[in-house]
């Protein structure tokens, strides 16, 4: 075993002073950052139907142009923390800037489907590299208690910019172009840029000096092998032998890497962050609120798209309430946090969640405005404790020296847990569509179909839609709404079960939260390094 060792954070005297740390530009820097990816992640899926059109790009290859960048992201999170950690987190995150603006930029450039899906890699790559240094970024900025204020006011601006993103990119796709909802990053990035450069203080771990490549390598391949079954099971089947295959790989491969990380001197990931009871339960949270939050709301545009006929700008309205209410919901949730501590306030947010997951198992067919706009204010003001609260346990409770590997731990949490839950509720919700279809179209009392031509009926069912008269000619009108009835229908029975399941784990995870402490201050306490 490598030689263990000692060594202690800095204290915060040591470092700039908050007067020459600018906190408030560096928040104002680092929250252009994170918007762009932000921004980026809402616009892509209203643009699909035209980058579709004009690359001739088929289904699979949309998939692709999301999967893509969620797969670069996951893999290199937690080492473009580290990188930060030892090279310095002003200088990641500027080079995650500038290469998200000018990735974007080429993105917008692109004559290809296939360069796109590569530029969106590169893209996803790029935004590893920013989300856990700007988390790093901050919590120097705002040292101790101050850092819950900053954690309010930075779920504020990504509120709005979760809020703003429907209608903008609504708005260039329709009035403008596909490529302009990727140019838009360019003028933001230059921005954050200019701002990061002139108000951020450089910060780094004293102690490390040297990266962890064999760590590297073995925590890309595990979290490589888990998103891509994750991603492929749908397509594959979870029973299928390349999934389970992908799925052993995961666990012998992530075996190795705790293995490794017990005894390297200098590890990617130190085990001792763990050892933080409040680090660890933290995670596991954005873990499960990711899978409840993420694979549930997946469905949701498909029901206002598929279901209602809403046009993309419009199911972004409806949905407004919820980025809208984060606004106000993410400094309440701090404020809150302050008084009552982490684990009152999170698990209460939960337990909010899951009352708002179940009001959305309830919604019907004729759904009106109010009947999801109630349940998603009730998700941002939910949601807002957790994300909060888990991102100041893991960050806050971690090593300043670690902050950056916390910070794409964290980030880490969300991603895998978003592909969980859109990968594992998309099973759910299929499966149920699929049982149900036969009951409602015997219902209905529609004709029989061959194989060869229900089968296909009921795969548009899973996603809401249903063939329009033009698409079966010399069909009976009255037959057309009929087929289009049983498949809204099945939809809904299949998007209820996914908000049921959705609603117990929002339940599963207040509990988890009530065991969440404070947690030991570690800004001047040793921590084991390998």
């Known amino acids: 075993m490598?030689?263990?060792?000692t060594v202690t954070a800095p204290s915060p005297e040591t470092g700039p002073s908050p007067e020459q740390r600018h906190p408030w530009l560096t928040l104002l820097a680092v929250s252009l950052g994170v918007i762009m990816v932000m921004l980026d992640g809402t616009v892509v899926?209203?643009?699909?139907?035209?980058?579709?059109?004009?690359?001739?790009?088929?289904?699979?290859?949309?998939?692709?142009?999301?999967?893509?960048?969620?797969?670069?992201l996951a893999v290199f999170l937690i080492t473009a923390g580290k990188l930060g950690d030892l090279f310095g987190h002003k200088m990641i995150f500027l080079v995650g800037v500038g290469g998200f603006a000018l990735s974007s930029l080429a993105i917008g450039l692109s004559s290809s489907v296939g360069m796109l899906i590569a530029l969106r890699v590169l893209q996803g790559l790029f935004g590893a590299m920013l989300q856990p240094a700007a988390l790093a970024l901050l919590r120097v900025a705002f040292p101790g208690e101050r850092l819950k204020t900053a954690m309010g006011a930075w779920?504020?601006?990504?509120?709005?910019?979760?809020?703003?993103?429907?209608i903008v990119g609504g708005l260039l796709v329709e009035h403008v172009s596909w490529q302009s909802v990727f140019f838009i990053n360019v003028p933001v990035g230059a921005v954050a840029l200019a701002v990061g450069l002139w108000a951020l203080v450089e910060s780094r771990a004293q102690t490390l000096s040297k990266v962890d490549w064999l760590g590297v390598v073995l925590l890309s391949l595990t979290m490589f092998s888990l998103v891509w079954a994750i991603i492929k099971a749908p397509e594959w089947?979870?029973?299928?032998?390349?999934?389970?295959?992908?799925?052993?790989?995961?666990v012998v491969i992530g075996a190795t890497?705790?293995?490794w990380q017990s005894r390297a001197a200098e590890p990617l990931v130190p085990l001792s962050l763990f050892g933080n009871a409040s680090v660890s339960i933290g995670t596991g949270l954005m873990v499960l609120v990711a899978f409840s939050m993420f694979g549930a709301m997946f469905f949701l545009t498909f029901f206002f798209q598929g279901v209602h006929g809403l046009s993309p700008m419009d199911s972004g309205l409806r949905m407004l309430p919820m980025s809208a209410g984060m606004i106000f919901a993410s400094p309440l949730a701090a404020v809150l946090i302050g008084k009552l501590g982490p684990r009152v306030t999170i698990s209460g947010?939960?337990?909010?969640?899951?009352?708002?997951?179940?009001?959305?198992?309830?919604?019907?067919?004729?759904?009106?405005?109010?009947?999801?706009?109630?349940?998603?204010?009730?998700?941002?003001?939910?949601?807002?404790?957790?994300?909060v609260g888990a991102t100041e346990i893991i960050v806050g409770n971690s090593p300043e020296e670690l902050s950056g590997v916390a910070g794409g731990v964290q980030q880490s949490a969300m991603q895998v847990g978003g592909a969980l839950g859109t990968a594992i509720l998309g099973a759910i919700v299929s499966a149920r569509v699929a049982d149900v279809y036969p009951q409602h179209w015997a219902d209905a009392k529609l004709p029989a179909l061959p194989p060869a031509q229900a089968e296909p009926?009921?795969?548009?069912?899973?996603?809401?839609n249903a063939p329009t008269a033009q698409q079966m000619p010399g069909i009976p009108e009255q037959v057309v709404q009929g087929?289009?009835?049983?498949?809204?229908?099945?939809?809904?029975?299949?998007?209820?079960?996914?908000?049921?399941?959705?609603t117990a784990v929002a339940v599963l995870a207040a509990v988890f939260a009530l065991f969440v402490r404070a947690g030991r201050k570690t800004a001047d306490a040793p921590i084991h390094m390998g």
């Open 2 to 5: 490598a030689e263990a060792k």
């Open 45 to 72: 899926a209203i643009a699909n139907p035209v980058i579709a059109t004009d690359l001739k790009a088929s289904l699979a290859d949309l998939q692709w142009v999301t999967s893509g960048y969620l797969l670069a």
């Open 155 to 166: 779920g504020g601006i990504i509120g709005l910019s979760s809020a703003a993103g429907p």
């Open 237 to 250: 089947g979870w029973g299928d032998p390349l999934t389970i295959a992908f799925l052993a790989a995961t």
């Open 257 to 259: 890497f705790v293995w």
């Open 349 to 387: 947010g939960m337990l909010v969640t899951a009352l708002a997951m179940f009001l959305l198992s309830r919604l019907s067919l004729d759904a009106a405005f109010i009947d999801s706009a109630i349940p998603f204010v009730l998700l941002a003001f939910g949601l807002s404790p957790v994300f």
């Open 457 to 464: 009926l009921k795969a548009l069912a899973q996603y809401g």
């Open 483 to 502: 087929i289009a009835d049983v498949s809204h229908l099945s939809f809904l029975d299949g998007m209820h079960l996914g908000f049921t399941v959705s």
